[in-house]
């Protein structure tokens, strides 16, 4: 007699097979989603400052970034009680080592040295930090278990 077809337990094994390796890549995908969305960020507010540097030295006028831990707001003048002209609220929370303000004068020179904006928790992404100084935003990495200030970020 010539059965074709498989048997209960050769179903059963590549149903579990499937499982595992479902449950494996599920597990893959939400760190690589969680990296993602801080790497995100971070590039975001780096855009973002270096955007406003830029146009403080051509429109010859100061721009202030004023960061929370949750959000941070761009103002076309030093008081920060008017709306901002752009608000960006995080999606992760984030530490800095300085005062929150940042203030780009007419030339495009910041009012800070050595400033460090991180994301709080410890994490995979291949950015995580923005450093500012007086003349310069880069974008880096914070050591393992280090604090967030500027001699700990290793620049991208």
């Known amino acids: 007699m010539n059965n074709r077809g498989f048997t209960l337990t050769e ?3 590549v149903i579990a097979l499937i499982g595992i390796l479902s449950a494996i890549a599920t597990f893959g995908f939400s760190r690589y989603t969680t990296k993602s969305k801080i790497e995100s960020q971070t590039k975001l507010l780096y855009g973002d400052l270096m955007e406003y540097r ?12 004023k960061i929370s831990a949750a959000s941070y707001g761009i103002y076309s003048t030093s008081n920060t009680t008017v709306a901002p002209v ?6 992760n929370s984030v530490v800095f080592n300085n005062s929150t303000d940042i203030v ?25 930090s923005v450093v500012i ?18 001699s700990k970020i290793v620049a991208k």
Do not use: H, P
């Open 11 to 13: 179903v059963l094994v």
């Open 54 to 65: 830029i146009k403080s030295l051509y429109e010859k006028k100061k721009w202030r970034v």
């Open 86 to 91: 752009k608000t960006v609220t995080l999606k």
């Open 104 to 128: 780009f004068d007419s030339q495009g020179m910041a009012n800070v040295s050595g400033k460090s904006v991180c994301v709080s928790n410890a994490n995979e992404a291949a950015v995580d």
């Open 133 to 150: 100084s007086e003349t310069r935003v880069q974008i880096g990495k914070r050591m393992e278990g280090e604090s967030c200030v500027d």
